[in-house]
């Protein structure tokens, strides 16, 4: 546990200190929902207004996006020889990549309420019942945390630094094919089969429903258990794969 | 009981594929020794120091550090040792003194930052970001956080190559202390005079076995001679001194086997006296070249 910490405290620092990977976290989340409500919302038609509609996708995209980044942190960090020192001491094998996880969390929450601050400018209307908005934070905590997780693993799997980044991009393009941005119903039947069925689907169901105070129904059953199984099985796998390394 | 050793290594094989890399390593070292692996690149020490400091499992044979199976009771070897890699593993994003605190805490270690600092000349780079810290300065920090909990056992591979001479001396002074301090340590190099200067034992190591074992001295004196050579004046002066001291005869100068200064005078004194004196000498110990050509 003190060695988590003290790896928290490092990834932390390497965060803020890493302008440039910092500023991308923070603003292109930003930019991305700027572009989805202002270029692209016009030409989408839902029930009710857009930007209600496409908020919580955004949000959701934003932070499987940003999560993801850990693949590249944990691939930089194999990379070079300080890793090597860590491996050599008698401590466990998780506590580098706890440092990691706990961290991207951490940048992910601050970009989160950038993006949710901006969505509040630009006309986003969401309830204001506490409740809602404490599930909501809940059921984001545990997407980033799954993400995250899952990431570390792809980023130890991963050769070196390009294939990690890689990883970012899967996260950023599995949310268009999903409710996100457009309703499932509006696909294809192919595609619209996959968009019903992958993780995201629920999760972004549910968050809008939570959001828009709407009836939320089974989906967060779907939500949470695809959450709690990404962040155990992310989990054992990284810890397999920093051991084995 | 038998405590014998800290470090034992026996059989040690690997392979990478089809790259044998180890083919049979043995080695021990008593507690408070400095044992050096001297050798070439690809002869196979690196893969040695990580097969001992846990961070590779041999394929055949078995290890123990400070009494400790390396493979079956790593954590408890992990706990006795410290690893300087040939890579220097400092975080560049931080500090000196936070790459320190950092390591202090993970080693459940008293703080002893500001000690390393000064005795490894870093104080005026403490608070500096590692990346921007040069060559020099890395290695000396990295040295410092293997430091911070005195380990029984060191590894150090390839300490000082790439370092200016200030540098590679003060890396040498460190060794030296803890070594003195009961700290066994195991350092590679490719340098003889680094394993000569560090070492109580050498280990020549080449195409994944021990060639040979012994003291510096044991090991100079099977390869042969410090020889000196000889310019002269002209060709004619070089051709008649070679008459009378034998010697190899090199494209402008002689090369003649001595031990010793006196012997050099000696040499000098035979020269004078014959009217056959040289105009300037070069003295030279057997080089790393030397020990393998005779010894592998």
Same mark, same amino acid.
């Given at each position: 546990?003190?060695?988590?910490? @003290?790896?928290?405290? !490092?990834?932390?620092?390497?965060?803020?200190?890493?302008?440039?990977?910092?500023?991308?976290?923070?603003?292109?989340?930003?930019?991305?929902?700027?572009?989805?409500?202002? #270029?692209?919302?016009?030409?989408?038609?839902?029930?009710? !207004?857009?930007?209600?509609?496409?908020?919580?996708?955004?949000?959701?995209?934003?932070?499987?996006?940003?999560?993801?980044?850990?693949?590249?942190?944990?691939?930089?960090?194999?990379?070079?020889? #300080?890793?090597?020192?860590? !491996?050599?001491?008698?401590?466990?094998?998780?506590?580098?990549?706890?440092?990691?996880? @706990?961290?991207?969390?951490?940048?992910?929450?601050?970009? @989160?309420?950038?993006?949710?601050?901006?969505?509040?400018?630009?006309?986003?209307?969401? @309830?204001?019942?506490?409740?809602?908005?404490?599930?909501?934070?809940?059921?984001?905590?545990?997407?980033?945390?799954?993400?995250?997780?899952?990431?570390?693993?792809?980023?130890?799997?991963? $050769?070196?630094?390009?294939?990690?980044?890689? %990883?970012?991009?899967?996260?950023?393009?599995?949310?268009?094919?999903?409710?996100?941005? %457009?309703?499932?119903?509006?696909?294809?039947?192919?595609?619209?089969?996959?968009?019903?069925?992958?993780?995201?689907?629920?999760?972004?169901?549910?968050? $809008?429903?939570?959001?828009?105070?709407?009836? %939320?129904?089974?989906?967060?059953?779907?939500?949470?258990?695809?959450?709690?199984?990404?962040? #155990?099985?992310? !989990?054992?796998?990284?810890?397999?794969?920093?051991?084995?390394? | 009981?038998?405590?014998?050793?800290?470090?034992?290594?026996?059989?040690?094989?690997?392979?990478?594929?089809?790259?044998?890399?180890?083919?049979?390593? +043995?080695?021990?070292?008593?507690?408070?020794?400095?044992?050096?692996?001297?050798?070439?690149?690809?002869?196979?020490?690196?893969?040695? /120091?990580?097969?001992?400091?846990?961070?590779?499992?041999?394929?055949?044979?078995?290890?123990?550090?400070?009494?400790? +199976?390396?493979?079956?009771?790593?954590?408890?070897?992990?706990?006795?040792?410290?690893?300087?890699?040939?890579?220097?593993?400092?975080?560049?994003?931080?500090?000196?003194?936070?790459?320190?605190?950092?390591?202090?805490?993970?080693?459940?270690?008293?703080?002893?930052?500001?000690?390393?600092?000064?005795?490894?000349?870093?104080?005026?780079?403490?608070?500096?970001?590692?990346?921007?810290?040069?060559?020099?300065?890395?290695?000396?920090?990295?040295?410092?956080?293997?430091?911070?909990?005195?380990?029984?056992?060191?590894?150090?591979?390839?300490?000082?190559?790439?370092?200016?001479?200030?540098?590679?001396?003060?890396?040498?002074?460190?060794?030296?202390?803890?070594?003195?301090?009961?700290?066994?340590?195991?350092?590679?190099?490719?340098?003889?005079?680094?394993? *000569?200067?560090?070492?109580?034992?050498?280990?020549? /190591?080449?195409?994944?076995?021990?060639?040979?074992?012994?003291?510096? *001295?044991?090991?100079?004196?099977?390869?042969?001679?410090?020889?000196?050579?000889?310019?002269?004046?002209?060709?004619?002066?070089?051709?008649?001194?070679?008459?009378?001291?034998?010697?190899?005869?090199?494209?402008?100068?002689?090369?003649?086997?001595?031990?010793?200064?006196?012997?050099?005078?000696?040499?000098?004194?035979?020269?004078?006296?014959?009217?056959?004196?040289?105009?300037?000498?070069?003295?030279?110990?057997?080089?790393?070249?030397?020990?393998?050509?005779?010894?592998?």
């Amino acid at each position: 546990m003190t060695d988590s910490l @003290t790896f928290i405290g !490092r990834s932390l620092r390497h965060s803020v200190r890493s302008v440039d990977a910092l500023l991308t976290a923070l603003f292109l989340p930003v930019g991305i929902m700027l572009m989805f409500v202002y #270029v692209f919302g016009g030409a989408i038609q839902t029930d009710g !207004r857009y930007v209600d509609y496409v908020v919580p996708g955004i949000i959701v995209l934003c932070a499987g996006f940003g999560s993801a980044g850990t693949a590249v942190a944990v691939a930089l960090d194999m990379t070079s020889g #300080v890793i090597d020192r860590f !491996r050599t001491l008698p401590i466990s094998a998780g506590a580098v990549l706890t440092g990691h996880v @706990t961290a991207s969390v951490a940048r992910n929450v601050v970009s @989160t309420l950038l993006v949710v601050g901006v969505a509040l400018i630009s006309g986003f209307r969401p @309830t204001t019942l506490p409740l809602n908005w404490l599930a909501a934070a809940g059921l984001l905590l545990l997407l980033m945390t799954a993400i995250s997780w899952i990431s570390a693993a792809l980023g130890l799997l991963a $050769r070196n630094v390009e294939a990690a980044n890689a %990883v970012t991009f899967v996260a950023a393009f599995a949310p268009y094919v999903s409710s996100a941005f %457009v309703p499932a119903e509006s696909m294809p039947s192919g595609l619209r089969w996959i968009a019903e069925h992958q993780p995201v689907t629920p999760i972004v169901d549910t968050l $809008r429903a939570l959001m828009l105070d709407l009836p %939320v129904g089974n989906a967060w059953i779907a939500a949470v258990a695809w959450c709690a199984a990404g962040i #155990v099985l992310g !989990r054992a796998a990284a810890a397999y794969l920093f051991a084995r390394r | 009981m038998c405590m014998a050793y800290t470090i034992e290594a026996e059989d040690l094989c690997k392979a990478f594929g089809e790259t044998r890399v180890l083919e049979g390593v +043995d080695l021990h070292a008593e507690r408070g020794e400095v044992l050096a692996l001297l050798g070439p690149n690809g002869a196979g020490k690196t893969t040695t /120091v990580r097969i001992l400091a846990t961070l590779l499992e041999p394929d055949r044979g078995t290890a123990r550090v400070a009494g400790h +199976d390396v493979v079956r009771e790593r954590r408890a070897v992990r706990a006795a040792i410290s690893l300087t890699a040939q890579e220097a593993a400092v975080d560049g994003l931080l500090t000196g003194a936070e790459n320190l605190r950092m390591m202090a805490r993970l080693r459940r270690a008293g703080d002893r930052t500001r000690e390393l600092l000064a005795e490894f000349g870093l104080e005026h780079a403490a608070d500096r970001r590692v990346e921007t810290y040069s060559g020099g300065m890395r290695r000396r920090l990295d040295i410092a956080m293997s430091l911070v909990s005195r380990p029984q056992v060191l590894f150090l591979d390839e300490p000082t190559t790439g370092l200016d001479p200030r540098s590679r001396a003060a890396v040498w002074d460190a060794v030296k202390h803890l070594a003195d301090d009961g700290t066994t340590i195991l350092l590679t190099t490719q340098y003889l005079e680094e394993a *000569d200067r560090l070492a109580d034992r050498i280990a020549l /190591v080449a195409g994944g076995r021990i060639a040979a074992e012994g003291t510096a *001295d044991e090991l100079k004196s099977r390869v042969g001679r410090e020889t000196v050579e000889l310019f002269f004046a002209d060709a004619e002066t070089l051709e008649a001194a070679a008459a009378v001291l034998g010697g190899r005869r090199g494209e402008s100068s002689l090369h003649v086997g001595v031990a010793g200064a006196e012997d050099v005078r000696r040499v000098l004194d035979e020269l004078a006296e014959r009217g056959l004196p040289a105009t300037r000498i070069a003295l030279h110990k057997p080089t790393l070249d030397d020990v393998f050509l005779a010894l592998t």
